[in-house]
């Protein structure tokens, strides 16, 4: 009789979900920066056989295109072809965000805005995160729109091509490898102890709680039809401490929400540099203090969130100027007339932090401007300096967007340059767990 496995483990567990065999690269030297051309050009056509013939085959067109040719005419060129010299000059910074359609202002303020900033100090990876994104149940259609809409979106922000590296996650080789790695020294208690897991658990219509032994229990009753709790939205976690060490980053942005994420990122580090030897820089969170957290227009107690099933709470970065405009007129306040900040204010602290971002002066700045002037004005120069600094973003945005070849061209380039760090960065991994290397 054979015995169970010991499923504590998220790497037990998957083995023993899958129970087939796998594929793994493993690189030939700590230093390897790519494959050689040989293994890469096996690897390409092993993807042309798998992925072809259907609609939804391509990595970002409507089908997979045939051996050296697109639609339009262009050569593909292979991938992995160039070698990239990583330069360790600067700090590396890493950051990663689903495409989830159009970003809200809180992501704009409190994330988008703040890397631009920090593209001329650090060495930057921008990613995409179209894995992350699958968690969830999407048209094949609308995620690789959302794809490059959201990269779009990102350039039109600030985010340079020319100086940082920005990229889709699945173009890049090394993620889902990583986190398999990382996952098989994670237990599961850690993961089923994430706050997010459980809300997202919650928003489907499950019940959850923690028995006095400490496992996590699911209920049924209440959930949406056809809801599911998959495996991914519990592995999400491990996959997205393997983004952030796969380019060994020194620095995450990450807002207060996913603190949670970042420490279990740490622990992981820290448990293989442990368990093997120095392998991965500890990342440190990189918070804003300024604008990090923009509330809901209509609870300000709230974070703003795109998903808020009340749209007139949410400012979008591509709402037209009426929209704009209507939902900020339309902003909860508060009681008494005072457009001051306070802790006994939100509704009002929430604008006052809003016109502060994009006017550039400090809160009691504006506070002293209008000194008793009435809600209805604070809120009518506010929706005009909202419309205003969005447009030329907006302009922008539509450019880009017209023209899809261009962006192709950036995702290629910024898949080159993460692709040459990831794959140092894995050969190291390989090597210390035992892999053998690749013969030539």
Not at 70 to 92: A, D
Not at 155 to 182: M, N, R, T, Y
Not at 304 to 328: G, H, T
């Amino acid at each position: 009789m054979t015995a169970s496995p010991d499923l504590s483990r998220m790497g037990d567990l998957y083995a023993s979900v899958l129970g087939l065999g796998s594929v793994f690269f493993s690189l030939d030297a700590p230093d390897a920066r790519h494959f050689d051309r040989e293994c890469d050009k096996a690897v390409w056509d092993g993807c042309k056989k798998g992925l072809s013939g259907g609609p939804d085959a391509g990595w970002m067109g409507d089908s997979m295109p045939q051996a050296g040719e697109l639609g339009s005419g262009r050569q593909i060129v292979e991938p992995f072809k160039n070698s990239f010299i990583v330069s360790e000059e600067k700090r590396v910074i890493l950051t990663c965000a689903q495409p989830t359609g159009v970003l809200s202002l809180g992501n704009y303020i409190g994330a988008v805005k703040n890397w631009a900033t920090m593209q001329d100090d650090y060495e930057c990876y921008f990613g995409i995160v179209d894995m992350h994104a699958i968690t969830i149940r999407r048209e094949p259609a609308d995620l690789r729109k959302a794809t490059y809409s959201c990269l779009a979106q990102y350039i039109a922000c600030g985010l340079d091509p020319a100086k940082s590296a920005l990229f889709v996650q699945s173009h890049v080789v090394g993620h889902a490898e990583l986190a398999w790695v990382l996952g098989c020294l994670t237990p599961i208690g850690e993961l089923q102890r994430m706050t997010q897991f459980k809300e997202k658990a919650a928003r489907l219509g499950f019940a959850v709680k923690d028995d006095a032994d400490g496992e996590l229990r699911f209920s049924h009753e209440g959930a949406k039809a056809q809801a599911s709790v998959n495996s991914g939205l519990l592995y999400y976690p491990v996959l997205m401490a393997a983004d952030i060490l796969l380019y060994n980053a020194h620095a995450v942005p990450v807002g207060e929400d996913q603190r949670q994420h970042l420490e279990l990122c740490r622990d992981v580090a820290q448990r293989f540099n442990s368990t093997f030897s120095p392998t991965f820089n500890i990342p440190d969170a990189y918070i804003p203090k300024v604008g990090a957290r923009i509330m809901s227009l209509q609870e300000p107690t709230k974070k703003m969130s795109k998903s808020d099933d009340n749209q007139n709470a949410v400012l979008y970065l591509l709402d037209p100027p009426e929209r704009l405009a209507k939902k900020i007129n339309s902003a909860v306040t508060d009681s008494g007339s005072e457009i001051v900040a306070s802790p006994e204010k939100p509704g009002v602290s929430n604008l006052l932090s809003l016109f502060s971002v994009f006017s550039g002066k400090s809160i009691p700045e504006i506070e002293k401007s209008y000194a008793g002037s009435s809600y209805a004005v604070f809120k009518k120069d506010l929706a005009e300096l909202v419309v205003a600094s969005l447009a030329p973003v907006q302009a922008r945005y539509e450019e880009l967007m017209a023209d899809k070849a261009g962006l192709e061209q950036i995702l290629k380039a910024g898949a080159e340059k993460a692709q040459a760090r990831a794959y140092k960065v894995l050969s190291k991994v390989y090597r210390k767990v035992g892999f053998v290397d690749r013969v030539r």
